[in-house]
């Protein structure tokens, strides 16, 4: 980092000089935070593990004072399975007379750009075309986006070693676990007493590129994604502690207000599947 300072201060061209300082201070500042969350999940990591205040100060080489102050400091362990720099949040355009954005997708988006900013994550939020084509090469890229609606997506979840989603031979769509045949439709679909529930995909899956991972969230329905959106507000801390950022997929749950689509609980129906690395 510090070579970039100096390349950017031999610079003899002003006009290129402030824009590279610019951008250079914004990566700065977010090597700053992340690694603030990365110290402060370490101590915490060491204390829970049986080291002394005195020890883990030691290692530092500073006061336990010191440590005391930096063990609250920074953003929370757990924004590093969001992210860590600047996170776009992709949700689907619907064909119409004039394509447009589900409320469901919207409120989906809009909350997990609100989950980022509260992990002090920069936060955009992009959308899908009708076509369903999506670059996943992206570093920080949470997809919004089903098999039904994007053969990217199709073909991602499709590699999943540990979940399917398919549809039923009566039609109705599914998440079905590989080892175990368990199956969970959508409560809504039920058809002889539907209910306001609806069941979504939530895993990490490698990039077609092979150089990181993309978060996909994938409803049976869009009330689904946005029951995952709950579901990460809630219990965002759990799943780093379970998964960290390890490849893995789940099944989420939500019941849901008929009229709104607001969600009034979401809980996860299945186990964490990690998936094994090759």
Not at 13 to 40: C, I, N, P, W
Request: hydrophobic share 40%; charged share 25%.
């Amino acid at each position: 980092m510090i070579e970039e300072v100096r390349r950017v201060a031999a610079m003899q061209d002003h006009a290129l000089r402030v824009k590279a300082a610019v951008d250079l201070m914004g990566e700065l500042q977010a090597a700053v935070v992340e690694t603030s969350r990365m110290r402060k999940e370490s101590i915490a990591w060491l204390r829970d593990h049986g080291h002394s205040m005195a020890d883990v100060a030691k290692l530092m080489g500073v006061s336990r004072a010191r440590v005391a102050q930096l063990r609250d400091a920074g953003p929370p362990p757990e924004r590093a399975f969001i992210g860590t720099g600047a996170v776009q949040v992709l949700v689907p355009m619907r064909p119409g007379e004039r394509e447009y954005v589900a409320l469901e997708d919207s409120s989906t988006g809009q909350k997990l750009l609100a989950l980022a900013h509260q992990l002090q994550l920069e936060g955009d939020l992009g959308y899908i075309p009708t076509s369903g084509e999506i670059d996943l090469n992206r570093d920080d890229l949470i997809v919004v986006c089903g098999p039904k609606t994007s053969p990217v997506t199709a073909a991602a979840l499709q590699a999943d070693p540990r979940l399917s989603f398919e549809t039923l031979p009566d039609g109705r769509w599914a998440l079905i676990e590989r080892d175990s045949g368990q199956t969970y439709t959508s409560p809504s679909d039920d058809p002889d007493s539907p209910a306001p529930s609806d069941v979504a995909y939530l895993g990490r899956l490698p990039r077609p590129d092979g150089q990181g991972t993309f978060l996909l969230i994938a409803g049976v329905h869009a009330v689904g994604s946005l029951g995952v959106a709950h579901f990460l507000t809630e219990h965002l801390a759990e799943l780093y502690q379970q998964a960290g950022t390890a490849e893995f997929s789940m099944v989420i749950g939500c019941d849901y207000e008929p009229g709104a689509k607001t969600i009034a609980d979401s809980r996860a129906i299945s186990e964490l599947l990690l998936h094994e690395v090759s």
